[in-house]
């Protein structure tokens, strides 16, 4: 014997019943059956609503109940023959008669007790229990309408009804025994003693379908219902969640007491009496195996054997806080006692060891009462200042890990922490309980998704996910999105790792998606944004879609974009750069970028903003870390300088070469940054600045290369027209050089905490005279490399090295997110 029970949404419309009709005809193939079914979906709701109106003497509960009658009657019409239907009419008109005549006597006396709400309620498992009964029928279903109210029994608790299970179970057995046809049982409704009309409360039907059960002694109990089963997570908060094949009795309380809705736990305790299997189907793919439910479940699940992760949103958290509860005897027996005789139901308890506080989590329509009645009940323990406050934190939600096998296996709790602090999550409060089956924390209810998607990837998936936002879409970002492309399927398959793009800007336009843009058509998806208001309009967007694991990528080389950084650290935004405007920004933006690092838990590397995709931040930062003294630094950190000298000795003319330079993406947007000097400058300052030195861009001397009149304020454009006006003036120098068996070259040199930087003549014997293209060379003589300096060299400009190097940082940062 099977009992198979049907939801609301199962049986919303008569297509959805057709369906389960269908299943039922599979299943009465092999086995011995009985159903239990809902009211059609919305139905109650309605019934509700149409009391509370004749209650409130609100005439137009007649015209909702007219649509009820309507509804019932056009599934009937679509459901049945002709001669079926006018038999059925007859019925309906009979039901609605009576609940006509009910809701009338309501709004009579404007009196709406809990026995007739109980009443009004249970129309609408009669009315669905009687249709499908006919519908199956009608196909050729031996059936039986069974009103639930001739066989359960309880006791007058209108709305929340108590069974009494010995007449109940005797009653069950007798009807059973009785008829041969297949059962169609209303479920939620019962009936007292007196037989007045009672319900079971919430989850009413899953109760109805247990009891049956519990009574037969069922093989199995069918929970059809409009979702896969119990899923790992709730997939509306986390896409990859997954059906859980198997679970325990156990496990599947603690996810439906942490809010997986599927079922209700107190529902199906007949059936967990008697070991009786749970099997959750999805009516709309009955194939899928959908979750059964045991006793013990012998899958292992996630990480440290967890099953599956749910929320409460929207809790209150009630903290009650002072020195004087310290080992005095009573305090938490008083404050439940008093919230208890409020009927406030606690949800959540947290109290450390030093007792000096305890933190509740309760519903919000009962928040501020809850607190007048704790000050109420401490008054005198307040007016010591025993009881230092009651506050309440409003828009929290609790998170549960939950797994029967968890127990004991150490590291569980320790995940679960490390990859909320990684993700910037805030815990306020933790409960685990001895049985170690559930972990719960309380965070922050705008969190919420956040903690669930990066908790579920922590502990169910071997892949994690990345989400990009990235600034600027010129040469070195369109580049990084291409070799994005290009290797996203070796990354998922290598390292399991995905990465999304969601967020892309530019000075005119933008695109956002939190399932992320096409890497392929990404220029078609972006759209104009507000002139001038574009970065902020983009991180108040990636600060509002607060995904798990979002990195910045700055491809700019905008001053505004560098001075958002200390606030995207402290949002525990990662932020990736080849932007140099913020490690050699001013002073003050670099300390408030080391301070947001220091207070917070996101990263921040820019390992292209010296020598490109060369390792030289990286290689001077582990010299540091390992203890080497670094005494001098010296080299060619400019791409474009370096090609530009290389490029005349071939003859090539001076302004030709900027030309190609820029086309090839070795310059910085304007050209003069590089040829000035600039950006050789910065490139020191930011390696003084990791040495510790609070230097300033203005402490920096160097030589300027742009001719005087290039220098003002003109475009870019009209900058290279005119250049060619000083190409004999650059090889002149080139000329000289030669004389002297020298190349020309600009040269930086950091040393005892200063930088000088110009043009040189090196002689055509040294290392550097063999710089070719945009070759980078920079040494580093230190304690351990004094003397064989270590060298870096390569090439130090250009797209895809430029791009390779910010993916790089993308990589590294994303295995600090990977378990
Ligand atoms: N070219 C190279 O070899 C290397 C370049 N870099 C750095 O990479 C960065 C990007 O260089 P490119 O791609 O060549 O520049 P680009 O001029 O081609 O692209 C810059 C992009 O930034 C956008 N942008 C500028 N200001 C913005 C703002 N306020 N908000 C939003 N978007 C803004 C522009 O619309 C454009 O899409 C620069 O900071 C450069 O110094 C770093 C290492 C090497
Ligand atoms: N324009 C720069 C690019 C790297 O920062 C250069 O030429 O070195």
């Known amino acids: 014997m099977k009992v198979l029970k049907f939801g609301g949404s199962s049986i ?66 679509e459901l049945f023959s002709e001669d079926v239907y006018q038999d059925a009419l007859l019925h309906l008109k009979k039901e609605f008669t009576e609940i006509n005549n009910v809701l009338q006597g309501v709004f009579l006396l404007h009196e709406r007790s809990a026995k007739s709400a109980d009443l009004i309620s249970s129309f609408g498992e009669r009315l669905s229990a009687y249709l499908i009964s006919r519908a199956l029928t009608c196909e050729g279903i031996d059936a039986s309408y069974v009103d639930a109210r001739k066989l359960i029994r309880t006791d007058r608790n209108y709305g929340h009804a108590c069974v009494s299970f010995e007449e109940t179970n005797a009653r069950i057995r007798a009807y059973i025994e009785s008829d041969s046809a297949l059962p169609v049982v209303t479920g939620f409704i019962a009936s007292a003693n007196d037989d007045t009309t009672t319900t079971l409360g ?24 409009d979702v896969p089963g119990l899923m790992s997570a709730d997939p509306r908060r986390v896409k990859e969640a997954y059906t859980l094949p198997i679970i325990s009795y156990a496990e599947a309380m603690e996810l439906s007491h942490a809010g997986a809705k599927v079922l209700h736990p107190y529902t199906v305790r007949p059936a967990v009496e008697q070991k009786i299997p749970l099997v959750i189907k999805n009516t709309f793919d009955p194939e899928n ?22 929320s409460v949103n929207d809790v209150v958290l009630v903290d009650i806080a002072g020195s004087g509860m310290v080992g005095v005897p009573g305090i938490a027996s008083r404050l439940f006692a008093s919230l208890a005789q409020a009927g406030i139901n606690i949800i959540f308890i947290s109290q450390a060891s030093s007792e000096q506080s305890i933190s509740l989590a309760i519903n919000p329509d009962k928040a501020e009462k809850a607190k007048a009645i704790v000050e109420k009940e401490f008054a005198s323990e307040i007016a010591a200042r025993q009881i230092e406050r009651v506050s309440l934190r409003m828009g929290m939600a609790i998170i549960s890990i939950v797994g029967d096998k968890m127990c004991g296996k150490p590291g569980v709790s320790a995940r679960l922490f490390e990859t909320l602090g990684k993700n910037g999550v805030n815990v306020f409060a933790v409960a685990q309980g001895a049985n170690e089956m559930n972990i719960s924390v309380v965070v922050d209810s705008v969190e919420e998704d956040k903690a669930l998607n990066c908790i579920h990837e922590s502990f169910f998936l071997s892949r994690n996910k990345i989400h990009l936002f990235v600034a600027g879409t010129g040469t070195i970002a369109s580049s990084l999105i291409r070799q994005i492309a290009a290797h996203r399927d070796t990354l998922r398959k290598e390292l399991n790792l995905e990465i999304e793009i969601c967020g892309l800007v530019n000075t005119r336009k933008m695109a956002l998606s939190k399932d992320g843009i096409s890497l392929e058509m990404w220029e078609s998806e972006m759209q104009p944004h507000e002139a001038g208001s574009g970065i902020e309009q983009f991180i108040d967007n990636i600060r509002k879609l607060n995904l798990h694991n979002s990195i910045f990528v700055d491809c700019t080389a905008s001053q505004v974009v560098a001075a958002a950084y200390p606030s995207l650290l402290g949002s525990n935004i990662s932020v990736v750069t080849a932007n140099k405007l913020g490690t050699a920004g001013s002073l003050a933006l670099y300390q408030k970028i080391c301070s947001a690092l ?35 630094i010296e080299g060619v950190v400019s791409g474009t300088l370096s090609y530009i000298f290389t490029m005349l000795k071939t003859g090539m003319r001076f302004s030709e070469i900027i030309v190609e330079a820029k086309e090839a993406g070795y310059t910085e947007p304007d050209p003069r940054e590089d040829l000035s000097g600039a950006d050789f400058a910065r490139k020191f300052l930011i390696l003084a600045r990791e040495l510790g030195h609070k230097m300033n861009f203005e402490d920096i001397e160097f030589e300027n290369l742009v001719p005087e009149p290039l220098r003002g304020d003109i475009s870019v454009q009209e900058f290279l027209e005119k250049l060619p006006a000083y190409d004999s003036y650059f090889e002149n120098l080139l000329a000289e050089a030669k004389a002297n068996h020298a190349v020309l070259s600009y040269l930086g040199r950091l040393e005892n905490g200063v930088v000088k930087i110009g043009l040189s003549q090196v002689p ?20 351990r490399y004094h003397q064989n300096p270590l060298i870096v060299k390569g090439p130090g400009a250009g797209a895809e090295v430029t791009a390779g190097g910010v993916f790089a940082d993308i990589l590294r940062i994303s295995n600090y997110f990977a378990y």
Request: glycine share 12%.
């Open 12 to 77: 919303a419309s008569s297509k959805r019943i057709k369906n389960v009709i269908q299943i039922i005809h599979n299943a009465v193939r092999n086995d011995k059956i009985i159903v239990v079914v809902s009211a059609f979906g919305g139905v109650t709701d309605l019934l509700i609503e149409t009391g509370l109106k004749a209650e409130q003497g609100d005439a137009s509960y007649r015209e909702s109940l007219a649509k009820l009658e309507e509804r019932h009657r056009q599934t009937a019409i």
């Open 202 to 225: 919430r989850g009413g039907s899953d109760y109805t379908a247990a009891i049956l059960a519990g009574a037969l002694s069922a093989a199995e109990i069918q929970i059809w219902t």
């Open 289 to 310: 195996p959908g979750t059964t439910i045991v006793e013990k479940a012998v899958e292992e699940g996630g990480f440290g054997s967890v099953k599956g992760i749910s």
């Open 598 to 632: 220091r207070q917070g838990r996101a990263k921040f590397l820019y390992e292209t903003n010296v020598g490109a995709g060369l390792p030289i931040i990286g290689t001077l930062s582990d010299l540091k870390k390992s203890g080497d003294v670094i005494e001098k």
């Open 764 to 783: 055509e014997t040294s290392p550097i005279a063999t710089l070719t293209g945009t070759e980078n060379m920079i040494s580093f003589t230190t304690g």
